[in-house]
């Protein structure tokens, strides 16, 4: 059994730690001939030689049962090698991803989806700088999911003898930097039918790290402003995006440039993202002033892209805020820096 206890949740899918009772579902998808070579170890041969994989290999930190959210049920896995324990023995800064998936689940975009959560699992929680992949040659399937998910070509080794297969293989590289990652987020104006989403992430992200510095009361204004059509009435939003995923957004008021949510999935916090969606922002309201009520969570993060407090800190119906405001050109914030 695993000692790693950390569970990662997507859109469709639940990642979590290999158990002895996955052996069954594990043997059903390794056992197939067209999974286990292609990634560089032979089919499993039971659910007994399964539950033995599982035991030792499987039970290694960071390796997860990639497990649709319908029924639980492990269809794959999905790995994250860190430094050392790393095919190519990688510094502790960095880590290799590794991934497979049933036959019956190919063409699904479940592995991409997994490794994505993988890559971010990496960079924000463990904080390593860069991550690895490779496929072997002729394994077309694993080079589009790296593709897919942002890693680029390196280096390629030739005539690799591969300890599991007993066979020599030619192997291909890709590589993906934390900053080439941050850098592949998209940021852009949401369409009317993302605004929905755009509201739950900000219900979301605020009942988990503004709503406990407020009273009830507060917390339930709030709610009633995201439910509101007539305070909602004429906000443009904008929003930034990890692959399909929201993971940001800012809704403005135009008339009186005042911003009226401003929230970053909790997940993507201290990456920058924030700052890229306001510097978008910025480019349609590029003189004047821009106005914003902070919460108590968000006045330093504010303060760090410009914004200044106008007035002492207030309470409106539970809501505790502090005025600020952004001027173009003010001393300790420029758009192009």
Not at 84 to 111: D, H, K, M, R
Request: glycine share 10%; net charge negative.
């Amino acid at each position: 059994m695993s000692n790693n206890k950390t569970v990662l949740i997507t859109d469709r899918l639940i990642l979590r730690p290999w158990e002895d009772a996955d052996a069954e579902d594990l043997y059903a998808y390794a056992k197939d001939p067209r999974i286990g070579p292609a990634a560089g170890w032979p089919p499993h041969t039971s659910a007994a030689n399964s539950r033995e994989i599982i035991q030792t290999v499987l039970s290694a930190p960071e390796t997860y049962a990639v497990c649709r959210k319908e029924d639980g049920k492990p269809v794959g896995s999905v790995g994250l090698m860190v430094g050392g324990q790393s095919n190519a023995c990688l510094p502790e800064t960095q880590g290799e991803i590794g991934y497979w998936i049933g036959v019956p689940f190919w063409g699904q975009g479940l592995i991409p989806e997994a490794v994505r959560e993988m890559i971010r699992h990496a960079f924000v929680d463990l904080r390593l700088e860069s991550l690895w992949c490779g496929y072997f040659d002729g394994n077309e399937k694993s080079k589009r999911v790296q593709e897919k998910c942002g890693f680029t070509y390196h280096h390629t080794n030739q005539d690799v003898y591969w300890k599991q297969t007993d066979d020599i293989r030619t192997e291909h590289l890709t590589r993906l930097t934390r900053e080439e990652w941050i850098g592949g987020f998209a940021v852009r104006p949401l369409q009317q039918d993302e605004i929905p989403a755009a509201l739950e992430l900000a219900w979301r992200v605020f009942s988990e790290y503004e709503s406990p510095d407020y009273a009830p009361e507060g917390t339930e204004e709030f709610r009633k402003c995201l439910h509101d059509a007539a305070y909602l009435d004429g906000l443009q939003y904008y929003g930034a995006f990890d692959g399909k995923k929201l993971i940001g957004e800012i809704a403005v008021r135009p008339d009186k440039r005042h911003i009226c949510f401003f929230f970053v999935d909790g997940g993507y916090h201290r990456l920058g993202v924030g700052t890229r969606m306001f510097r978008y922002m910025l480019d349609a309201y590029p003189n004047g002033t821009i106005t914003l009520n902070s919460s108590p969570y968000g006045r330093p993060f504010y303060r760090a892209i410009g914004f200044v407090p106008t007035e002492a800190e207030q309470t409106v119906n539970g809501i505790r805020f502090t005025p600020m405001v952004f001027e173009h050109g003010r001393k300790g914030y420029s758009r192009d820096e």
